[in-house]
Nanobody, 121 residues
Framework: QVQLVESGGGLVQPGGSLRLSCVAS????????MGWYRQTPGKERELVAT???????NYADSVKGRFTISRDDAKNTRYLQMNSLKPEDTAVYYC???????????????WGQGTQVTVSS
């Protein structure tokens, strides 16, 4: 059983910062990539940032230069440091991981429950 648990969301004023965390736990053999998507009501879930096992990163154009994804492999944890937050960053942020649970399994995508980020004065 694999679980992804996010934390760190909340209410912040425009220009402020938040750091999201996502911990993957359970039977995990390897993680191919792990990161964050976000979603607002009536819109599709969109990619925010990803971090592959080899270290490559990918960011949405709207967050480049403001958000940074990092990791602690020993803890199967990814962090999303969000600076210079804007009202349009308001969304539910979902952690995901593409991982395999044992050596012979295929990679599958797992999702966290989501954490609300609200940027408002």
């Amino acid at each position: 059983q694999v679980q992804l648990v996010e934390s760190g969301g909340g209410l912040v004023q425009p220009g402020g910062s938040l750091r999201l965390s996502c911990v993957a736990s359970g039977s995990i053999f390897s993680i191919a990539d792990m990161g964050w998507y976000r979603q607002t009501p009536g819109k599709e879930r969109e990619l925010v940032a990803t971090l592959a096992s080899r270290g490559s990163t990918n960011y949405a154009d709207s967050v480049k230069g403001r958000f940074t994804i990092s990791r602690d492999d020993a803890k199967n944890t990814r962090y999303l440091q969000m600076n210079s937050l804007k009202p349009e960053d308001t969304a539910v942020y979902y952690c995901y991981a593409n991982l395999k649970v044992y050596v012979a399994s295929n990679y599958a995508t797992y999702w966290g429950q989501g954490t609300q980020v609200t940027v408002s004065s």
